[in-house]
């Protein structure tokens, strides 16, 4: 089992910046690719970027491309998500999530079914 913890969310001014946090516990962090994702009432979850095992390959969509950076630090067993020129529509719950399987993840990392753990997330409101 794979337990993850997100933390540094909460509110902030657009064009403002946040860091998000993910701790992990249970097996080798450096085992696992990791991906963050963003909910937002009534919609479905969508991929926000993702990291592979050693941190030498990062993916993002191009909504948040150029705006949000993905590392690890495997000593640490943590992910983060470092969000700059935050703007309203960021605003959704944003979870990490764990894969543990890294054959064709850079082919699968934006699906939600390649990710085996999910943390409980945390919200991150953009006030305008």
């Known amino acids: 089992q794979v337990q993850l913890v997100e933390s540094g969310g909460g509110l902030v001014q657009a064009g403002g910046s946040l860091r998000l946090s993910c701790a992990a516990s249970g097996r080798t962090f450096s085992n696992y690719a990791m991906g963050w994702f963003r909910q937002t009432p009534g919609k479905e979850r969508e991929f926000v970027a993702a990291i592979s095992r050693s941190g030498g390959k990062t993916y993002y969509p191009d909504s948040v491309k150029g705006r949000f950076t993905i590392s690890r630090d495997n000593a640490k067993n943590t992910v983060y998500l470092q969000m700059n020129s935050l703007k309203p529509e960021d605003t959704a719950v944003y979870y990490c999530?764990?894969?543990?399987?890294?054959?064709?993840?850079?082919?699968?990392?934006?699906?939600?079914?390649?990710?085996?753990?999910w943390g409980q997330g945390t919200q991150v409101t953009v006030s305008s």
């Open positions: 999530a764990a894969n543990i399987d890294p054959i064709n993840f850079g082919n699968t990392y934006y699906r939600l079914t390649t990710y085996d753990y």
